[in-house]
């Protein structure tokens, strides 16, 4: 039988400070389980749910690593989980009575019941205040379903405090309130200037939280964490706003979170951050990301306020300098546009610093485009914008080290490094010696492949006419759904991509038009109804008959969508199977013939290469779709893609 650790969320509630309790408890989810927040970062989503020690319930919040777990319904309502460890922590609103929020660090599953054990109950402020003036000391909890060992007491995990001490925090006198008071006075950091620098912590070191377990239901914590990126001060002026801010990237052994400061704490804060340095920091609130704005692999961010306290701390050994997730070049056609990845280059080309004025606005902007390869044989355009792209200067087969560079699409796979990112030149760990090693041994006499779509085509290139490699061709294969969300083809310039679908609809009433005979020529000729004969006025020639080519739409579907294509002559013959002569002759002597010809060739599954501009015709601008090139299904490759498609899920 399961045995809940009774009494423990009501012991919790007596706490008057946020709390790590790292003995088991062993508690049940009673209500249903709800995504946290709006997640819209790379990272795994975190949950909440009410547990229960049969006896009360208190809100708890399901850490993202154990996301997975919720996802299967491995963990669910009626779960009993064996926490084995958890902060407490406690909110409270004006005029409201305090919330106990349970935040779940690690746990295991027990089992999942069909019901809920007991009639557990909410707290109530008298339960609050019968807690609080109270013994604290833990009830045993069993260590295995159905058995219990004793555990440590709550004193014991507050590092043996004496028993006077103990009291004023939950109640006791006046003179033990005054001891631990004095006792606080004590611990308190020492600090000494250092200019306009943060202050430098000299005191004894303050209690560390991760800022893996960062989460806006904790709000007293305190991290250690490295700056390995801050930006400069920037400004905003919005109909409805404006002001400054500046950001720092923040990373420590459990991971990264960035942090922002506006208008009134620029001036402030922005002396106290040095990028490399590490820091004391706390009071800053904790919001859920806008992924938009930042490149950091964590689900939430800080906002600086004006309680947020920054101290320089010397002791930093043991904080990591920086925290890679380095993918190779020739994976990239995996992720789509806007996601963020870190990439390990050396550096082959640099192209002219140039000036561009943006879309939508008078504003101009320099970039800098450089080409970069690795290991993996592939070749990357890579774009710097603004003060990066203006003071680079770095020498030619240099490994560059980029973190937080976003993915485009525009002409295949393309890299730019927003004023988020960052690149560190020649870094000094093992992935950059490694690469640097196979660079001067093969690297620099290997023909690269591209993902390249522009007009030229080719083996490798995947370019405007031809497929490419599989690895050009899957960065580049689209759904329907992909062209209308991705607003393919709004640009000034054509894009390119491949498309997977079957032909439902081919409109018959005008295949084609009479062309030009003449050698390079396809210019529509027309009928001069005295000779019978037809004129080309590029050509100044009249032939005795045109040689007709084909120019028609028709509809393509795959199961998100569907949409128009345009094809010409060399398309046309290989979807109808038949010159446009031909088919032109067969319509003027025999209709169903002809409908049958178009009949047979419509629900027939093909891969086109496709190209997408934008056209405007009395002032209408729409994006047409032309099919460049058509190929029959390879149903091996197709088959082998899926499958590497399906492996990808798991």
């Given at each position: ?386 003060t990066d792209a203006e003071t680079f200067n770095v020498s030619m087969e240099s490994v560059i080290a980029f973190k937080g560079v976003r993915v485009g699409d525009f002409g295949g796979r393309t890299l730019s490094l927003p004023s988020v990112g960052s690149m560190a030149v020649n870094p000094d760990i093992p992935e950059a010696h490694a690469l640097r090693g196979w660079y001067d041994a093969e690297g ?207």
């Amino acid at each position: 039988m399961v045995e809940l650790s009774a009494g423990e969320i009501l012991r919790f509630h007596g706490i008057e400070r946020n709390m790590t309790i790292s003995s088991p408890i062993v508690l049940q989810i009673v209500s249903p389980i709800q995504l946290l927040g709006s997640q819209t970062s790379n990272a795994s989503p975190s949950h909440r749910c009410m547990m229960s020690d049969g006896e009360h319930m208190s809100l708890a919040v399901i850490p993202s690593k154990l996301s997975p777990l919720v996802a299967d319904e491995t963990i669910t309502r009626f779960t009993v989980l064996r926490i084995t460890k958890c902060n407490v922590s406690k909110r409270a609103r004006a005029n409201e009575a305090p919330i106990l929020f349970i935040l779940i660090q690690d746990a295991e599953v027990v089992e999942t019941l069909s019901e809920r054990i007991g009639n557990p109950v909410k707290l109530t402020e008298q339960d609050s205040a019968e807690s609080a003036a109270g013994p604290q000391s833990f009830a045993s909890e069993p260590a295995a379903v159905g058995s219990a060992v004793p555990r440590p007491s709550y004193q014991q995990q507050q590092h043996q405090q004496p028993p006077q001490q103990q009291q004023s925090r939950f109640g006791g006198s006046a003179s033990s309130t005054s001891s631990f008071m004095n006792r606080v006075d004590d611990i308190k950091p020492k600090y000494s200037g250092m200019g306009g620098s943060a202050p430098v912590h000299t005191g004894a070191p303050p209690a560390v939280h991760p800022i893996s377990d960062l989460n806006p239901y904790h709000n007293k914590w305190t991290i250690r964490a490295r700056v390995t990126q801050k930006t400069g001060i920037k400004t905003w002026n919005k109909e409805t706003s404006q002001g400054r801010l500046f950001s720092v990237t923040l990373l420590d052994d459990s991971g990264e979170i960035r942090g922002t400061a506006f208008t009134q704490q620029v001036d402030k804060l922005f002396p106290l951050f040095e990028a490399g340095k590490v820091y004391y920091i706390s009071n800053a609130q904790v919001r859920m990301a806008k992924q938009q704005f930042s490149n950091v692999k964590n689900q939430y961010e800080l906002t600086f306020d004006d309680n947020t306290m920054v101290e320089q701390c010397l002791e930093q050994g043991s904080v990591p300098q920086e925290q890679y997730d380095f993918i190779p070049l020739a994976s990239l056609g995996k992720f789509e546009k806007n996601h963020v990845v870190d990439v390990l280059v050396v550096l082959r080309e640099v192209a002219e610093l140039t000036e561009i004025s943006m879309r939508n606005s008078d504003r101009k902007m320099t970039k800098r485009e450089l080409t970069v390869v690795d290991k993996s044989g592939f070749q990357v355009r890579t774009t710097l914008w603004g003060t990066d792209a203006e003071t680079f200067n770095v020498s030619m087969e240099s490994v560059i080290a980029f973190k937080g560079v976003r993915v485009g699409d525009f002409g295949g796979r393309t890299l730019s490094l927003p004023s988020v990112g960052s690149m560190a030149v020649n870094p000094d760990i093992p992935e950059a010696h490694a690469l640097r090693g196979w660079y001067d041994a093969e690297g620099r006499n290997t023909n690269y492949e591209s993902f390249s779509r522009g007009a030229g085509g080719g083996a490798g290139g995947a370019g405007g006419g031809g497929i490419g490699s599989t690895e050009n061709f899957e960065a580049q294969l689209k759904t329907m759904a992909q062209v209308g969300a991705e607003n393919i083809g709004t640009t000034d310039a054509s894009e390119y991509f491949n498309l997977k679908g079957t032909i439902a609809f081919i409109r018959s009433n005008n295949l084609a038009y009479p062309s030009c005979p003449g050698d390079n020529c396809s210019k529509k000729v027309t009928e001069d109804p005295s000779t019978g004969q037809w004129r080309c006025e590029k050509c100044e020639r009249s032939w005795p008959a045109p040689e007709y080519r084909y120019i028609f739409s028709f509809n393509v579907s795959d199961d998100t969508g569907q949409n128009w294509l345009q094809c010409f002559n060399e398309v046309g013959e290989v979807l109808l199977g038949a010159t446009a002569n031909e088919v032109i002759e067969l319509q003027r002597v025999n209709e169903v013939a002809f409908g049958q010809k178009i009949a047979d060739a419509t629900f027939k599954e093909y891969t086109f290469r496709c190209r997408a501009r934008s056209e405007t015709f009395n002032e209408v601008t729409r994006v047409r779709i032309s099919a460049v090139n058509v190929y029959p299904i390879d149903y091996v490759s197709e088959s082998a893609r899926l499958s590497r498609l399906i492996e990808s899920y798991n």
